[in-house]
Antibody, heavy 120, light 108 residues
Framework: QVHLQESGPGLVKPSQTLSLTCNVSGDSINSGLYYWNWIRQPAGKGLEWIGR???????DYNPSVKSRVTVLLDKSQSQFSLRLTSVTAADSGVYFC????????????WGHGTLVTVSS | EIVLTQSPGTLSLSPGETATLYCRASQTVRSRYLAWYQQKPGQAPRVLIYGTSTRAAGVPDRFTGSGSETDFTLAISRMEPEDFALYFC?????????FGQGTKVEIK
């Protein structure tokens, strides 16, 4: 059974960098079959796809955050990470990691989510 | 970017009634690339329907997805207490994945 678990600071100061990690178990993060994604949800609002990385290390990002975001794969640790720079209060919310298939699928597996608050 | 617009924003129903949720896309979405999710408070979304009309494993047959091109529908017949939740549509036809803003189905 695939399991994803987010971790990282719950509080980040404005203008600083948000860094989160998603640990993957029960599956090979090296596989070229899957995308490894970050998705966020501001409190009481909808879902926003942030970006993804594949097994090759190639990435795709949401144009709305592309200038500030980096998603990286760490195959040795079976995890992938999110880095979002110059954060503001608008970046607060629950951050989820999730997996979908390169061949085309919905997000089949999700982490439980981690709450990040941007505040001084 | 494909924009998905869901309606209504909130649906108030009684158990046993039928819910009909709509998702309109700003451009054509090939039907195999449209999904519906259910989300309950404090939980991650759970996929209900993919490929417009295929139920995910374990999803009851009272959930039915349909539609094509730019207009998609999720129908939930005989609403059960556990069906009152937030629902999102999502397209995975393009590299930049997008979600609708959600429909909250609440108990009347």
């Amino acid at each position: 059974q695939v399991h994803l678990q987010e971790s990282g600071p719950g509080l980040v100061k404005p203008s600083q960098t948000l860094s989160l990690t998603c640990n993957v178990s029960g599956d090979s993060i090296n596989s070229g079959l899957y995308y490894w994604n970050w998705i966020r949800q501001p409190a009481g609002k909808g879902l926003e796809w942030i970006g993804r990385v594949y097994g090759s290390g190639r990435t795709d990002y949401n144009p709305s955050v592309k200038s500030r975001v980096t998603v990286l794969l760490d195959k040795s640790q079976s995890q992938f990470s999110l880095r979002l720079t110059s954060v503001t209060a608008a970046d607060s919310g629950v951050y989820f990691c999730a997996r979908d298939r390169v061949s085309g699928s919905p997000f089949e597996y999700w982490g439980h989510g981690t709450l990040v608050t941007v505040s001084s | 970017e494909i924009v998905l617009t869901q309606s209504p924003g909130t649906l108030s129903l009684s158990p046993g009634e039928t819910a009909t949720l709509y998702c309109r896309a700003s451009q054509t979405v090939r039907s195999r690339y449209l999904a519906w999710y259910q989300q309950k408070p404090g939980q991650a979304p759970r996929v209900l329907i993919y490929g417009t009309s295929t139920r995910a494993a374990g999803v009851p047959d009272r959930f039915t997805g349909s539609g094509s091109e730019t207009d998609f529908t999720l129908a939930i017949s005989r609403m059960e207490p556990e069906d009152f939740a937030l629902y999102f549509c999502q397209q995975y036809a393009t590299a930049s994945r997008t979600f609708g803003q959600g429909t909250k189905v609440e108990i009347k």
